[in-house]
């Protein structure tokens, strides 16, 4: 071995340098940063994980809100569809009340009117009866002469048989 | 209030003379005083009254015609009663 140049206290020193540097390398350098990386690697899945989690969690909330959005849309529209409709309602009984009033006052008032109308017809019946009557009184004081009366008083006494009886 | 017997009494007498002569008594009511022929002709035409004693009242407002009143009795054939119900027939 001497003949070949290998010194071997050197060789053993080196062996035990080796070993001695292969454990304390293995206990304190490799197994620490292999745990490390393990512990990365687990930290690393976990929050993929996490983040897939989240990741679904937000598609279904967008989903959801999507859902809730579009109910509150149906409902919204729902909710117009059913206003308008009593807004409607509510129009056309008004416009119907008000033409029934306006039909009642119509009517009430073409009441009025006939009744006007009559009354007025029955005070000028009467004022030309009493005109009449009177222009017939002063026209027959003015006709009958002495002459006519009696014979008007001739022919009443002919039928006063008839009237006394 | 009392009244007077005798007054009462003389009331009644009263009342009963004008009720006799109105009985006796025939008006007639003409626009123009009315011949002694006209008054015969009446008291023949209307039995009733033969024998009483007529009175002719001239009253112008009548137009024409007569009325006749005799007790109770009115017979109104003056024109203006005509006119009368004349318009109360139309009007």
């Known amino acids: ?165 | 209030m009392k009244i007077d017997f005798r007054l009462k009494e003389e009331l009644r007498r009263y009342l009963e003379k004008k009720i006799k002569e109105e009985k006796e008594m025939v008006t007639v009511i003409s626009t123009y005083p009315l011949t002694e022929e006209e008054i015969n002709q009446i008291k023949n035409n209307w039995p009733a009254i033969y024998g009483k004693k007529i009175v002719n009242i001239v009253d112008k407002k009548i137009i024409g015609g007569l009325i006749i009143k005799f007790g109770s009795q009115e017979i109104d054939l003056s024109v203006v009663n005509q006119l009368k119900n004349f318009r109360n027939l139309f009007f």
Not at chain 1, 77 to 102: F, H, T, Y
Not at chain 1, 146 to 153: C, P, R, S
């Open chain 1, 1 to 165: 071995m001497e003949s070949l140049g290998v010194d071997i206290k050197l060789l053993l020193a080196q062996i035990i340098n080796f070993t001695l540097f292969f454990f304390i390398f293995k206990k304190f350098i490799a197994r620490p940063f292999s745990k490390f990386l393990k512990q990365e690697k687990e930290n690393e899945k976990e929050k993929n994980e996490l983040l897939e989690k989240a990741k679904k969690r937000e598609e279904e909330l967008a989903l959801e809100e999507k859902k809730m959005r579009e109910k509150l849309k149906k409902e919204y529209e729902e909710n117009l569809k059913q206003m308008k409709e009593e807004v409607e309602n509510l129009r056309k009984k008004m416009i119907n009340e008000a033409k029934d009033e306006a039909e009642e006052l119509k009517n009430k008032a073409k009441l009025l009117i006939e009744e006007e109308k009559e009354r007025l017809n029955n005070e000028m019946k009467s004022k030309i009866g009493k005109i009449s009557l009177t222009i017939t009184e002063e026209l027959l004081k003015q006709v009958l002469d002495e002459e006519l009366q009696k014979k008007i008083n001739q022919k009443i006494i002919k039928n006063l048989t008839k009237k006394v009886n």
